[in-house]
């Protein structure tokens, strides 16, 4: 097991990654927090795949579990959804002692994390991810989300959790493009803050599952991340670098509906759009690029969308038709393992790339 602290004043938290080590590590958490009641927020597939795996897990402890099981998907990532949580809340009398477990993968822990921040004002969460890009990405940090039908994560708030357990067992039952898509998140650590982190991901193949080369490569993953939180948590400058392949991800997952296209996946095809900005602006040199390209091809699946125009393009980046904005904080490479941010970006001169990408890279991205 290799353990992690993000340094938060007043609110660190400890991030435990290993093979087999939840039933230990929760119940210790569990009781160290003195809850009295513990809401666990999963979904159907995880409630079926694992039936009252937290439940049983605490049944020692003497706590009362109660289970609040949601529909899958990232179309369900919404305000309704969210009610639903609250509904489940208010039902089993929840208030400021009951712990909220998130058991899932980003959609659970962003919806149940938004939740916890909101109910009553807020109560303790925990996060238990279940999924490859949970355990990288969105498990750390903080943020969390439901969608808008015109916006990706525009309706959320910043709350850390207490703690964060990363259960690798649950990764054998993942399907194999969520592994992928997940993988993308924690080769953009690499990609825009440590080389030789990538290096060492490239080294590696993601299947069949090794847990020593992925308890390594999660653990470094999520101090890379972990690190930059604790610099700027609530996203003032920094903290926008892990937005790296996000602009284009987003357009990619609003404009094609929710839930088509998986998050990393998206983000995977606008990390290769961002590191061919960077490589046409003379930033990232040619070998690395051609380095870049050729890594994040192999794990990404080709993206079909309807056909897009210049106003869709920018609606979609700026969040907002009626905007006089033209321009937005870009991510771009200034070499491997480096990543800064062009501000004030003109959106039509990105709208000109991708065009562009769009034609250099047929096979990752069309237009219908
Ligand atoms: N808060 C953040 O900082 C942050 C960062 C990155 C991404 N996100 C968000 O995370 C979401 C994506 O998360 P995700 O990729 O984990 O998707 P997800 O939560 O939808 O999970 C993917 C699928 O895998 C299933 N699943 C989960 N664990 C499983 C397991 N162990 N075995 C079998 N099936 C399992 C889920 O039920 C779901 O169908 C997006 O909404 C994205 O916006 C948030
Ligand atoms: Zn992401």
């Given at each position: 097991m290799k353990t992690l602290k993000v340094n938060l004043p007043g609110r660190e938290y400890q991030i435990d990654i290993g093979l087999n080590i939840l039933d230990k590590q929760l119940l210790k958490v569990v009781k160290l927090n003195a809850a009295e009641h513990v809401v666990v927020v999963t979904n159907t597939t995880l409630h079926d795949l694992y039936p009252d795996f937290i439940f049983n897990v605490l049944a020692v402890s003497g706590v009362k579990v109660s289970t609040c099981v949601l529909p899958d998907g990232e179309q369900y990532k919404n305000l309704e959804t969210l009610s639903l949580i609250f509904d489940f809340l208010m039902n089993v009398s929840a208030n400021r002692k009951t712990l909220l477990i998130a058991f899932g993968g980003g959609v659970i822990g962003d919806m149940a994390g938004f939740a916890a921040s909101t109910f009553v004002r807020g109560i303790p969460f925990i996060q238990v991810p279940t999924t490859l890009l949970a355990d990288v990405?969105?498990?750390?940090?903080g943020k969390t989300a439901v969608n808008h039908p015109a916006g990706k994560n525009t309706i959320g708030s910043f709350k850390q959790p207490e703690y964060v357990c990363i259960e690798l067992a649950f990764l054998k039952t993942l399907p194999s493009r969520e592994l992928k898509a997940g993988y993308m998140e924690l080769l953009k650590h690499g990609l825009i803050q440590d080389a030789e982190f990538f290096n060492f991901t490239q080294q590696h193949t993601l299947e069949p599952l090794n847990f020593d080369y992925l308890e390594e490569a999660i653990f470094r993953s999520c101090e890379i991340k972990g690190r930059v939180v604790e610099q700027d948590e609530t996203e003032k400058?920094?903290?926008?670098?892990?937005?790296?392949?996000?602009?284009l991800g987003h357009l990619i997952e609003t404009h094609a509906g929710y839930g088509k296209y998986l998050h990393g996946e998206a983000v995977g095809t606008g990390m290769l759009f961002a590191a061919f900005v960077s490589w046409r602006w003379n930033e990232l040199a040619q070998n690395e690029w051609e380095l870049i390209s050729s890594s994040l091809t192999q794990n990404l699946l080709p993206v079909k969308l309807l056909k897009l125009d210049y106003e869709t393009f920018r609606n979609l980046i700026l969040?907002?038709?009626?905007?006089q904005k033209q321009a937005v904080n870009f991510i771009l490479l200034k070499k491997l393992g480096e990543s800064f941010i062009l501000p004030e970006t003109s959106v039509e001169k990105l709208w000109d790339e991708f065009k562009l990408f769009a034609q250099k890279f047929p096979g990752m991205i069309s237009l219908e």
């Open positions: 990405d969105s498990s750390v940090g400058g920094l903290r926008a670098n892990l937005n790296f392949g996000h602009t969040h907002d038709k009626k905007a």
